[in-house]
């Protein structure tokens, strides 16, 4: 399922997330969406490339909580998840 796609740690202290992409996934291209709490897009990334962990840099975040959208290669939404940044 696509659940087993995960998004790590959900408590940012770090300036960096990572996504985790199961194998079945692996070659597909998906977009990442960071959007505030408001609702405004932060930063999208796009991560094509193997299977594992994926490591997204969040450096100028300011501290807050972020929906994380990821989104497949038709543009479809298949994870929905939040985070909070803190300094």
């Given at each position: ?5 995960s ?8 300036k ?7 194998s079945?996934?692996?070659?597909s291209?998906?977009?990442?969406s960071?959007f505030d709490?408001s ?13 594992g ?11 807050g909580v ?8 038709k543009g ?5 998840s ?6």
């Amino acid at each position: 399922a696509v659940s087993d796609l995960s998004i790590f740690p959900t408590k940012v202290d770090q300036k960096f997330v990572n996504v985790s992409i199961p194998s079945k996934m692996e070659k597909s291209k998906l977009t990442v969406s960071f959007f505030d709490a408001s609702g405004a897009l932060v930063s999208k990334k796009t991560l094509l490339q193997e299977s594992g962990v994926q490591r997204i840099d969040l450096q100028g975040f300011n501290q807050g909580v972020y929906i994380v959208n990821v989104a497949d290669n038709k543009g479809k939404v298949i994870s929905t998840s939040k985070i909070l940044v803190t300094n």
